[in-house]
T-cell receptor
Framework: SQTIHQWPATLVQPVGSPLSLECTVEGTSNPNLYWYRQAAGRGLQLLFYSVGIGQISSEVPQNLSASRPQDRQFILSSKKLLLSDSGFYLC?????????????FGSGTQLSVL | QKEVEQNSGPLSVPEGAIASLNCTYSDRGSQSFFWYRQYSGKSPELIMFIYSNGDKEDGRFTAQLNKASQYVSLLIRDSQPSDSATYLCAVGSGYSTLTFGKGTMLLVSP
């Protein structure tokens, strides 16, 4: 079966520290992968998506970056965290093609920048 | 810019009642429509999807789509306290990404 793994579940980091969040999928090949952020009281904001190894599209300019070193691995990084980077980070994976697509989310990482 | 609008709520209904959640979208070219349920502190869970005009039923859930009015809704029959959550509407427009609304909080009281 197809599954998506995301870790860690919670993370507390000081301002200015680096960040690395990892997401992996199993049971599929060449998936479309996404990073979303959900800030407190706000909607889901698409940060990055990737259609293949080394292919990254950025939706929002910021101090975050994403990489896809392997087919089923998607990494979200920052060199120096800001207070405004706090939020709930979600990795997602798209199943199927247009118009029958579906998007499934990992369990998320709650990031607090202090 | 594609937009998806939802009333933030909270929508309060008594146990056993029908909860009606609504969503409007701006892109007339939208092709796929989704409802996600999100419990506090958890990730969104896909509960319904609909691709063509009309109704789609799955258990206690019914999704309704009206493309002419650019309107999609979710009905929850026999609402239970466990249905209390935030419901996110999402719309796909034929590209690689979905556009999400900010969600409607539903509270079902025993």
């Amino acid at each position: 079966s197809q599954t998506i793994h995301q870790w860690p579940a919670t993370l507390v980091q000081p301002v200015g520290s680096p960040l690395s969040l990892e997401c992996t999928v199993e049971g599929t090949s060449n998936p479309n992968l996404y990073w979303y952020r959900q800030a407190a009281g706000r909607g889901l904001q698409l940060l990055f998506y990737s259609v293949g190894i080394g292919q990254i599209s950025s939706e929002v300019p910021q101090n975050l970056s994403a990489s896809r070193p392997q087919d089923r691995q998607f990494i979200l990084s920052s060199k120096k965290l800001l207070l405004s980077d706090s939020g709930f980070y979600l990795c997602a994976w798209r199943v199927g093609g247009q118009p029958n697509e579906k998007l499934f989310f990992g369990s998320g990482t709650q990031l607090s920048v202090l | 810019q594609k937009e998806v609008e939802q009333n933030s709520g909270p929508l309060s209904v008594p146990e056993g009642a029908i909860a009606s959640l609504n969503c409007t979208y701006s892109d007339r070219g939208s092709q796929s429509f989704f409802w996600y349920r999100q419990y506090s502190g958890k990730s969104p869970e896909l509960i319904m999807f609909i691709y063509s005009n009309g109704d789609k039923e799955d258990g206690r859930f019914t999704a309704q789509l009206n493309k002419a009015s650019q309107y999609v809704s979710l009905l929850i029959r026999d609402s239970q306290p466990s249905d209390s959550a935030t419901y996110l509407c999402a719309v796909g427009s034929g590209y690689s990404t979905l556009t999400f609304g900010k969600g409607t909080m539903l509270l079902v009281s025993p």
